[in-house]
């Protein structure tokens, strides 16, 4: 079998890998990249644990082929830090034990992200609309929403 060449820009950065043509794009993330903060819950796309962003767009790394990556741009959680600098949302889900297990945690966050860049002051309803595709079997969610509604807080007084 020929492995396919692709080159995509993952959390800013030009890279180059070869996959099967059926290996999805959460496969090539954590084992060809390294990039391990991506997980595999469901492998159907039910549960959200493996959701990055692609040109921007919330997907299921699980449901997408990582051929389909080539020319694109992957933002995935390890892109949410700066350095050691975490991004505020990680900073809060610490701060207000948002989370327990951890395997949703990387999707919620990357949900969460992707939410406060498009809307800065969502109302709990939209918040727990955004993330409704994100399942957490050990918080019950309370805690996750208001961990989100409190960095959007925090984020709009900073700027």
Same mark, same amino acid.
């Given at each position: 079998?020929?492995?396919?060449?692709?080159?995509?820009?993952?959390?800013?950065?030009?890279?180059?890998?070869?996959?099967?043509?059926?290996?999805?794009?959460?496969?090539?993330?954590?084992?060809?990249?390294?990039?391990?903060?991506?997980?595999?819950?469901?492998?159907?796309?039910?549960?959200?644990?493996?959701?990055? *962003?692609?040109?921007?767009?919330?997907?299921?790394?699980? #449901?997408?082929? !990582?051929?389909?990556?080539? %020319?694109?741009? &992957? /933002?995935?959680?390890?892109?949410?830090?700066?350095?050691?600098?975490?991004?505020? *949302?990680?900073?809060?889900?610490?701060?207000?034990?948002? #989370?327990?297990? !951890?395997?949703?945690?990387? %999707?919620?966050? &990357? /949900?969460?992200?992707?939410?406060?860049?498009?809307?800065?002051?969502?109302?709990?309803?939209?918040?727990?609309?955004?993330?409704?595709?994100? #399942?957490?079997?050990?918080?019950?969610?309370?805690?996750?929403?208001? /961990?989100?509604?409190?960095?959007?807080?925090?984020?709009?007084?900073?700027?």
């Amino acid at each position: 079998m020929s492995r396919i060449h692709v080159t995509t820009t993952i959390n800013g950065d030009e890279t180059d890998f070869l996959c099967d043509a059926e290996d999805t794009l959460l496969d090539v993330l954590r084992d060809r990249l390294g990039l391990t903060g991506t997980k595999e819950g469901c492998g159907t796309g039910d549960c959200g644990a493996c959701s990055v *962003l692609v040109d921007g767009r919330l997907v299921c790394s699980c #449901l997408m082929l !990582g051929a389909e990556a080539e %020319g694109r741009e &992957v /933002a995935t959680i390890e892109g949410m830090a700066r350095g050691d600098q975490l991004h505020p *949302l990680q900073q809060k889900f610490i701060e207000m034990a948002a #989370l327990q297990c !951890g395997i949703c945690t990387p %999707g919620i966050l &990357v /949900a969460a992200k992707s939410l406060l860049e498009r809307n800065p002051d969502p109302s709990e309803e939209e918040v727990r609309y955004w993330l409704a595709g994100n #399942l957490c079997r050990c918080t019950g969610y309370d805690k996750i929403i208001r /961990a989100v509604m409190e960095t959007a807080a925090d984020m709009r007084r900073a700027s």
